[in-house]
């Protein structure tokens, strides 16, 4: 994107890390990173100063040649272009993948019939030039974004109309005051109100944990919000609370957050553009700058922490266990001919296959024992495996067999469709 949507946005400015070089060999690091490490320090957030004073208080040194490190300095994490063959304009990738929904919005505004509030939805990739991507699965310079932005009159950010439904919803939230003992307290959605949190936000947390717990089954106790605190959060926010879930080799690990923007974004664009971004509320006759709320995922590490989670290596078994919820697995059922050489037990599992790829995502196999397709559908995280025997073709039966207990049920193919709906709800 051009390089004026940036200065609008404030991330030619803004967005930037402070790194720590040896002054001798090529060690490179995020400096507030290298301090977490090598003292157990949170200091995100911190000035380049403050992160020098720091390294020299507690006498560390290049960790690769023990020689002294340089004075941390300041790097913006964007990649720089050319745009054009003969221009000298610059473009930049995008660092984020909002500003797309923010630089289209009085078209979107038009094409939506000027309602209020008014989502955008985008995933795709996005770019930052890291100064340390070590752990490359949770770490890159090029990654995919899912983002939600909610453009909505800031004078009803204190309320929401379906607010009364969750108000007694219990979030799992570490705020800023709680760190000192690291402990998560439960709290529920009219207490965060109480604390000064308005509905609007509140209620997208509900929405957001909702869809954590309860659609990607990820435990309550490997999931929550941390707060940032002024210090921390992104220069453009209000109110910033980070989805953190529990890795196995990282411990609680960023996947995601929930952002007050204010009207930050579309104020800076209309500033450097000298576009309006204002719009009329009709009931009140008053023109507004719309406020922003965000919702970010970041799909690589949501895929990875689901992965993280539920990757088992099972001894009883003697296979890898991919325990997958239903709603995500590659394929929720798998269809096997208990032999592949006999034609009519293999003509009644592709028919049973015909019938069910309509309505599942499915997959048929027909190669090794039946043992050991059981053993590789477990391991890509198959939910339940369809086994066409010689029965099958005298009854009309076939066996599912459950993932998790590896418990088996005799089925009709009449109503086969219907019991692996009933299994999927």
Known sequence: ??????????????????????????????????????????????SAEELTAL?????????????????VAIVNMMFALPMGTESRQRAFLRPETAQSPYV????????????MPL?????????????????????????TQAELQIFFNPAFVGMHKDFPAIKEYKLQ?????????????????????????????????????????????????????YELNDKEKAFYNKYHFDMEIELQEHGFTEVGGLHYRTD?????????????????????????????????????????????LNYDNNAERGNIILHLPAIITPFFCAVFPLVKNKPEVVGKAEEVYS??????????????????????????????CLTVDFDSLDDNCVTIRDRETTQQERVSISRLVQRLMELRA
Not at 107 to 115: A, F, H, P, S, T
Not at 209 to 214: A, D, N
């Open 1 to 46: 994107m051009h390089e004026k949507v940036f200065e609008a946005s404030g991330h030619l400015k803004n967005f930037i890390d402070p790194e720590v070089r040896c002054s001798k060999c090529d060690f490179v690091e995020r400096a507030d990173h290298f301090l977490e490490k090598q003292v157990h320090l949170k200091v995100e957030g911190s």
């Open 355 to 384: 019938l069910l790829k309509k309505e599942f995502s499915c997959l048929y196999d027909e190669a090794a024992s039946v043992g050991r397709r059981y053993a590789r559908a477990d391991e890509i995280g198959v939910r339940y």
């Open 55 to 71: 390294i020299r208080k507690h006498k560390l040194s290049c960790p690769k040649c023990t020689s002294a490190l340089k004075p």
């Open 104 to 115: 289209n919005f009085k078209l979107q505004y038009e094409l939506q019939r000027k309602k």
């Open 173 to 225: 939230a570490l705020l800023v005051e709680d760190r000192s003992h690291h402990h998560v307290h439960e709290r529920t959605a009219e207490e965060l109100v109480q604390r000064g949190l308005p509905q609007f936000y509140v209620y997208h947390l509900v929405k957001i944990q909702q869809f954590y717990l309860e659609e990607l089954k990820i435990p309550a106790e490997k999931f929550r919000f």
């Open 264 to 308: 930050h974004d579309l104020k800076g664009h209309q500033a450097v553009s000298k576009e309006s971004m204002e719009i009329l509320d009709e009931p009140s006759g008053k023109k507004f700058i719309p406020h922003v709320l965000e919702l970010s995922f970041g799909v690589d590490r949501n895929v990875y922490a689901l992965l993280d």
């Open 119 to 143: 989502g955008l939805a985008l995933i795709g990739r996005a770019y930052r030039n890291e100064i340390s991507p070590r752990n490359l699965t949770l770490r890159q310079r090029e990654f």
